[in-house]
């Protein structure tokens, strides 16, 4: 089994911390010493445009620090979003509070030991080797812009760990979709989606299961993922599927910036 599941919880926040980073890669990557300054021009999504710090002890000339990563955000364009994960630290925690920053979204991360035993119900499901067919489906199933396509398409394109691109078309109709990086002895779940018209018939569970079967098959031992705190539809499957909270963290954001 993973040396993940026998690691202090800091350790685990680590571990998946460094995996969503190469799982989901930012174009433009900064740092100020333990904190990582994401930034990603061709993508909105918050966790591929703002700073990760990655040390609880990391405390020093703070505003000074979040000067600098103000600039780095206003020659991109962007707003100041930090990403505050347990590793964040108390002392940043603080200082944020003290500046009348605002909390929003909310996220958990959940993990799950990967056996042959949860995947006993899961359908063998080859993955898609064209990106741009891939990006098509997922455009269909949330119905997204043409823009945010290009972005997802960057993304996928300049993921390092094994990629498998994950959709149910029965018909040729894109119903659900799924990306699982398989990293080392990890599988982690990005983009998992099910289209309104089709939710409550088990689709999301059936791709889900196919996605963690492959990466079973090629070495992980552990499933991991990120949701919404308040999803609770989602959050609901992923239970039933075995998943538990692992961490959470949320972002913040100056007061006075929209």
Same mark, same amino acid.
């Given at each position: 089994?993973?040396?993940? %599941?026998?690691?202090?919880? %800091?350790?685990?926040?680590?571990?998946?911390?460094?995996?969503?980073?190469?799982?989901?890669?930012?174009?433009?990557? /900064?740092?100020?010493?333990?904190?990582?300054?994401?930034?990603?021009?061709? /993508?909105?999504?918050?966790?591929?445009?703002?700073?990760?710090?990655?040390?609880?002890?990391?405390?020093?000339?703070?505003?000074?620090?979040?000067?600098?990563?103000?600039?780095?955000?206003?020659?991109?364009?962007?707003?100041? !979003?930090?990403?505050?994960?347990?590793?964040?630290?108390?002392?940043?925690?603080?200082?944020?509070?003290?500046?009348?920053?605002?909390?929003?979204?909310?996220?958990?991360?959940?993990?799950?030991?990967?056996?042959?035993?949860?995947?006993?119900?899961?359908?063998?499901?080859?993955?898609?080797?064209?990106?741009?067919?891939?990006?098509?489906?997922?455009?269909? !199933?949330?119905?997204?812009?043409?823009?945010?396509?290009?972005?997802?398409?960057?993304?996928?394109?300049?993921?390092?760990?094994?990629?498998?691109?994950?959709?149910?078309?029965?018909?040729?109709?894109? !119903?659900?979709?799924?990306?699982? !990086?398989?990293?080392?002895?990890?599988?982690?779940?990005?983009?998992?989606?099910?289209?309104? %018209?089709?939710?409550?018939?088990?689709?999301?569970?059936?791709?889900?299961?196919?996605?963690?079967?492959?990466?079973?098959?090629?070495?992980?031992?552990?499933?991991?993922?990120?949701?919404?705190?308040?999803?609770?539809?989602?959050?609901? %499957?992923?239970?039933?599927?075995?998943?538990?909270?692992?961490?959470?963290?949320?972002?913040?954001?100056?007061?006075?910036?929209?």
């Amino acid at each position: 089994m993973s040396d993940i %599941l026998n690691t202090s919880p %800091l350790g685990v926040v680590r571990r998946f911390e460094a995996a969503g980073f190469r799982a989901w890669p930012a174009t433009s990557v /900064h740092y100020d010493g333990t904190w990582v300054i994401r930034i990603t021009e061709g /993508h909105s999504a918050k966790r591929l445009n703002s700073v990760n710090p990655l040390d609880p002890g990391d405390s020093r000339d703070l505003s000074e620090r979040i000067a600098r990563a103000d600039a780095h955000f206003a020659q991109s364009g962007r707003q100041l !979003v930090f990403r505050m994960s347990p590793l964040a630290g108390q002392a940043l925690a603080s200082h944020l509070d003290h500046g009348g920053w605002d909390s929003y979204s909310e996220s958990l991360v959940m993990m799950m030991p990967l056996t042959d035993a949860v995947l006993t119900d899961a359908i063998d499901h080859i993955p898609l080797k064209d990106v741009g067919r891939f990006v098509k489906s997922v455009a269909q !199933v949330h119905d997204v812009s043409n823009g945010r396509r290009d972005g997802l398409a960057g993304i996928i394109a300049a993921i390092r760990p094994e990629a498998g691109l994950f959709a149910l078309e029965p018909e040729d109709v894109p !119903v659900a979709t799924c990306i699982c !990086v398989h990293d080392g002895d990890l599988a982690g779940l990005f983009e998992v989606a099910t289209s309104p %018209l089709a939710r409550g018939k088990g689709n999301g569970r059936r791709i889900v299961l196919s996605a963690l079967k492959w990466a079973r098959m090629r070495g992980a031992k552990v499933a991991w993922l990120q949701v919404e705190a308040d999803n609770e539809v989602a959050i609901k %499957l992923y239970a039933s599927l075995g998943f538990t909270e692992a961490y959470r963290y949320h972002y913040r954001k100056p007061a006075d910036r929209p």
